[in-house]
């Protein structure tokens, strides 16, 4: 009887890097798909900033956080090995939340089909949890041309596509990112219309530069001092999404946010959201994203980490920013 | 020919008590009303805590500053003294922007007739800025029966029409006040279902108290330390209406806000908003809000001072806090 390995979550975040000694590696058999299940061999693991949130104990969080001493949760994508549903048949390729395991056991419910001529890191990278919280993100942006946004995380897994697919609709775009590599990888390669290393640059400066005209979108994926900069040059009638605080995961006492005036005086909306609210819209968020894929015009790259336990120090590239594209565990 | 007396705004607020000093009291010929004009006599104006937004300087204001040396703008009632216009008649009551002046000249463009039956108190402290920005708010609350709502300037002329158009609309409402006197009138006679002394409640444990379930919708009218306390009891998908923020009118560093992170994890909306982005939809707001009204479900108490040279230390009672119900200024 062959045995798989899974990983189990056993210790909560506490502001240390994540690391081996939260998580328990077990081995166990193979199992059989029974009446109606089928069993997926995980291929391609997404890791997600959004993690960090699932392992937190804060109940408030947007969803369950996962229970100590079970599967640590994930998206990902893999091959349907054995098959007793009518809808999935072996070979194929599917993609939904596997969890962090080389074998997943399901009745098929949450896993789609990948369509065909879409590879495993394209598939996990665009039209999975990255692009879909794009697309949320940007009925809160709210798109105009000849209007500026500044994403934040530019170069990530989501703000990277935010930012390609506001280009695509006029906007002048100016992406915050954290190296020079990162910098020029979304100007001369996405075409963003600027880009600002948060970690070197003069923030104030070299926004104002770069927003002569003020800022009518602020897509917030990182916190972070910029937050304060970028709030300031904010034009009336401005929309901000909060899609990420990943500056605030790790520190115990949370950054101040801005006073609340400039809300009312420039008649602002500030709208934070979170996937799981939205899984019951996926077929018209993927409806949105398609046509901008399908037109070339979203690029993406991958970061690959080999081994399932790779992702158990991976997750730390969030908070260094050391990821180079969007994270996958290649199982 | 007679005189009448017109207040221009001379220097701008600077953090001290508004007063004489701010303003020139000039005397003036009353017109004649030319072709197409009417000549109205202010019988009622109103004062509004919008007026420190106008006085000051800010250029990103949601209305472009009074300028030095003009008239003070107000909005009023008044009566048609002189006609030459189609759409009103001698006698007629009609409301608008007045200014600071005892007779204004109109070529009749943005004064509505008041209806019959409504004096003039209650037109200016419902039918008037009040009532349309209070409305106008709801459309951001989204009251939900059965949900919590928390109003801060609870007993003022907007929050005291928000806290019973929610009532009516089945929300508990606890509304936040500045004295003992207050918190007694919108419990008892506008029968909110809880209120809270900012002044001398301990904040977080009446609120706790208060708000068992947590908050829902927040509509934020003041600004100040309870700000902090009630974001921190805010509910997954609450609401906040940012319309008033007086505490920092006259402090020089603005209170910071709340940390975003709870934005995201309870996937808040928190909107700004000012009338004057609203007043093409005036009628509508008034179809909103007449209902209400006319099934007698909103009370309302104003607090008269005699005579338009009162104005300019009146407008110290929205700081203090001292006025009890709508300040209107009877010429």
Known sequence: MSQYTEINLTKRPDGSPIGPHMFEVVKKAVPTAGPGQILIKQTHMSLDPAMMGWMSPDTESYI????????????????????????????????????????????????????????????????????????????????????????TGAAGSVGSIVGQMAKADGMRVIGVVG??????WIVNT?????????????????????????????????????????????????????????????????APGPNWMQIIKKRLTIQGYTMPDHFDKVPQLIGKLAPYVMQGKIKHRTHILEGLESAMTGLNLFFTGGNKGKLIVKL
């Open 64 to 151: 369950p956080p996962v229970e100590l001493g079970t599967v640590m949760r994930s998206s990902g994508l893999g091959e349907v090995v054995e098959s007793n549903h009518p809808d999935f048949s072996v070979g194929d390729r599917v993609m939904g939340m596997t969890g962090w395991a080389e074998y997943i056991l399901s009745n098929g419910q949450g896993f789609n089909k990948v369509m065909d001529g879409v590879d495993a890191e394209t598939a996990l990278s665009i039209f999975a949890l990255p692009g879909l919280t794009a697309t949320q993100g940007m009925s809160i942006i709210k798109p105009e041309a000849g209007e500026t946004l500044i994403v």
């Open 179 to 184: 190296s020079d590599e990162k910098a020029d």
């Open 190 to 254: 996405l075409g963003f219309d600027g880009a600002i290393n948060y970690k070197t640059d003069d923030l104030e400066s070299k926004l104002a530069q770069l927003t002569p005209n003020g800022i009518d979108a602020f897509f917030e994926n990182t916190g972070g001092p910029i937050q304060q900069h970028i709030f300031a040059r904010m034009n009336a009638h401005g929309r901000i999404a909060v899609c990420g605080m990943i500056a605030d995961y790790t520190s115990e006492t949370p």
